[in-house]
């Protein structure tokens, strides 16, 4: 076979593929499942126990009773962690190889 014809890939492709399909670690992978994880639980409390969401029962309840639920506020747990706390997490994860900040 003829180097002419059979020629490897250029560094430049070969970084932009590395980039492109870069594996995250198995500790960032978890920290960015925590926030889901923790919405599914909430969703499956909801659904195990349906007498908790108040908005199922025609009782007269104030505001405070529609808007504390234990399984909503897991819900809204997960929603904040996975969106404010873990992209922050994972940054430090993945930059904690590159060695001490100057």
Do not use: H
Not at 1 to 9: C, E, H, K, L, P
Not at 55 to 68: K, T
Not at 74 to 93: I, N, T, Y
């Amino acid at each position: 076979m003829s180097t002419d014809i059979a020629t490897g890939i250029p560094e430049s492709a070969a970084r932009l593929r590395r980039s492109a399909v870069a594996r995250r670690s198995r500790r960032a992978l978890a920290v960015l499942l925590l926030g889901p994880l923790t919405i599914l639980a909430g969703l499956v409390w909801a659904v195990a126990q349906p007498y908790r969401i108040v908005f199922l029962e025609r009782a007269d309840r104030g505001l405070y009773d529609y808007l504390v639920q234990p399984p909503l506020l897991v819900g809204l747990v997960g929603v904040v962690f996975a969106l404010v706390v873990a992209p922050g997490l994972v940054e430090d994860l993945e930059s904690e190889g590159d060695g001490p900040a100057p």
